[in-house]
């Protein structure tokens, strides 16, 4: 093993991951079901924290923790109003498209989706 040299196929390799990185931390953003309803609560519009603690029955540190990754994802912002602040979308129109595009692509491969023995349904209900 000599290290230090790469050939030009590992390096290509090593760069197309290293690029899709980027694309792997905004998917992460909605890999909680709690993140995509929050997300679609976002599309009406504004809301606080215990706004949507109301709305979705979970606890404020739990929405607060969501929040938090869909910030760092660059899905929402916030500004402060008096003690608190607000939440909405940061790109509406590129969110609403995505998620059309992620219905459309449940419609052809749903079910393979759902039965998923790392990922389907039953991992979120046993979570």
Same mark, same amino acid.
């Given at each position: !093993?000599? !290290?230090?040299? =790469?050939?030009?196929? &590992? ?8 690029? !899709? ?14 993140? /995509? ?5 976002? *599309? /009406? ?7 949507? %603690?109301?709305?979705?029955? #979970?606890? *404020?540190? =739990? ?9 760092? &994802? +660059? #899905?929402? %912002? ?5 003690? &608190?602040?607000?939440?909405? #979308? *940061?790109?509406?129109?590129? #969110? ?8 459309? !692509? /449940?419609? /052809?491969? +749903? ?8 990922? +389907?349904?039953? %991992?979120?209900?046993?979570?």
């Amino acid at each position: !093993m000599t !290290m230090g040299i =790469t050939s030009p196929e &590992a390096e290509q390799q090593f760069g197309e991951a290293e690029a !899709m990185k980027a694309a792997a931390c905004l998917f992460h953003g909605f890999s909680d079901p709690s993140r /995509l309803v929050i997300l679609q609560h976002l *599309q /009406l519009g504004e809301h606080r924290v215990v706004d949507l %603690t109301e709305h979705l029955g #979970l606890s *404020q540190s =739990t929405v607060s923790k969501h929040l938090a990754c869909l910030k760092d &994802a +660059g #899905l929402v %912002t916030s500004r402060p109003v008096g003690r &608190a602040s607000v939440y909405s #979308l *940061q790109h509406p129109e590129a #969110l609403i498209d995505l998620l059309s595009a992620a219905e459309r !692509m /449940l419609a /052809l491969t +749903g079910e393979a989706v759902k039965l998923c023995p790392v990922h +389907g349904t039953d %991992t979120f209900r046993s979570a």
